[in-house]
Nanobody, 126 residues
Framework: QVQLVESGGGLVQPGGSLRLSCVAS????????VGWFRQAPGKAREGLAV????????YYADSMRGRFAISKDNTKNTFYLQISALTPEDTAIYYC???????????????????WGQGTQVTVSS
């Protein structure tokens, strides 16, 4: 049974930082990548960053370089998204997704992803 569970969202003041977590279960032994996406009210889901679960290679959407950092801890089957210098425009539901199998190039096209978590709400407000 595969499962993705996000956590770490909440209310944050502008300028603050946050680390989101995604626990992935049921993917042991697979070649896969974990991507982080977000969806703001009234907007389409957008891809932020993706990491290869096996070799740790990463790819970021151009607009997300600098304030976002994706990482993993294989011992905990957990994938992280660190976000710094938060602004109200970062308010959204943040999702992690799994793309598998992944043998080379990773991407952030939503339709490439096979499994999704339930999302975690991030609200940036003073």
């Amino acid at each position: 049974q595969v499962q993705l569970v996000e956590s770490g969202g909440g209310l944050v003041q502008p300028g603050g930082s946050l680390r989101l977590s995604c626990v992935a279960s049921g993917f042991e032994g697979a070649y896969y990548a974990v991507g982080w996406f977000r969806q703001a009210p009234g907007k389409a889901r957008e891809g932020l960053a993706v990491i290869n679960a096996n070799d740790g290679s990463t790819y970021y959407a151009d607009s997300m370089r600098g304030r976002f950092a994706i990482s993993k801890d294989n011992t905990k089957n957990t994938f992280y998204l660190q976000i710094s210098a938060l602004t109200p425009e970062d308010t959204a539901i943040y999702y992690c997704g799994v793309d598998m199998p992944v043998w080379g190039t990773m991407g952030l096209a939503e339709d490439e992803y096979d499994y999704w978590g339930q999302g975690t709400q991030v609200t940036v407000s003073s």
